[in-house]
């Protein structure tokens, strides 16, 4: 008999190699046996939804999504929360980022705006990550107009606590060494899995989270096992529950296998 869970999946590094851009064909036989056998499947990622296009291989198997690092929390048509950053926080970020010059993502609910002087999110996004959703950016006078979910500045893990003394509603989230993501007080992945198991019906304690960066600590603490994929920063194994192989070494399968999920 298997144990069904409610998993939650980061996305980059953790489900979709940094190597290939995609979703190990054993991850997407482990996601399959895991449905089959009763557990429901959501994915947890610091990534806006304009952005989530790499899923293709498993979009019909999952359940309900948390974006923008638990910003904004959705199934089907249905909004589960949305807690976006108080404009005084965004206007802060912003001057800061004029100021600097530094480049800077801003998410918007609809729409997303790229300011990058120094080709730091091209390079990353576009060339590192297989990200080609920015080319169509929007003008940032346009997604101002609308509640800002996230911000995301490009500069070293240095400089965020300056930043963020500034910024006195926020949270930031780093998985990159040369940005963060930066959210609302109270908008993290681990309670996107607390908003998510209210809507949904399931126990906090019946989850399994699966990361490999600094912004999937809060949900490898709050799921009732967290993992820490193989190729995850030092600092998340060890607050994992269990550590298993990388993304590349078919990580998420030996890991749902482990705890008999499959």
């Given amino acids: 008999m298997k144990n069904p869970y409610a998993l939650f999946f980061d996305i980059d ?4 190699s940094f190597k290939s851009h ?21 994915i947890a990622t610091g990534r806006p939804p304009v952005i989530i296009t790499n899923l293709g291989s498993i979009e019909h198997l999952i359940d309900g999504y948390i974006t923008s690092n638990g910003a904004l929390c959705f199934v089907g048509d249905e909004m589960v929360c949305c807690q976006p950053i108080p404009m005084r926080d965004v206007k802060t970020c912003l001057d800061d980022a004029k100021e600097k010059g530094y480049s800077v993502i801003v998410v918007g609910r609809e729409d997303v705006a790229v300011l990058d002087p120094t080709g730091d999110v091209d390079r990353i996004f576009h060339e590192m990550l297989a990200v080609r959703e920015f080319d169509n950016a929007s003008p940032l006078e346009v997604v101002l107009q609308q509640e800002i979910l996230q911000l995301t500045p ?3 893990q240095a400089y965020e606590s300056e930043l963020l003394a500034r910024m006195p509603q926020c949270v930031s989230g780093r998985w990159h060494p040369e940005f963060t993501d930066i ?6 992945k681990g309670k996107g899995i607390l908003a998510m198991a209210r809507h949904e019906g399931f126990d906090p304690d019946r989850t399994i989270a699966f990361g490999d960066g600094g912004n999937d600590t809060s949900m490898i603490l709050q799921a009732g096992i ?8 030092e600092e998340l194994k060890l607050k994992a529950d269990y550590v298993t192989s990388s993304v590349d070494d078919d990580g998420v399968f030996n890991a749902l296998r482990h705890f008999n999920v499959i």
């Fill in 22 to 42: 995609e979703i190990p064909s054993s991850t997407v036989l482990a996601l399959t046996q895991a449905k089959a056998n009763g557990s429901r499947v959501y």
């Fill in 154 to 156: 490009f500069f070293p």
């Fill in 13 to 16: 590094g953790t489900l979709v």
């Fill in 226 to 233: 967290g993992i820490a994929m193989g190729n995850a920063i």
């Fill in 183 to 188: 959210t609302a007080n109270g908008a993290d």
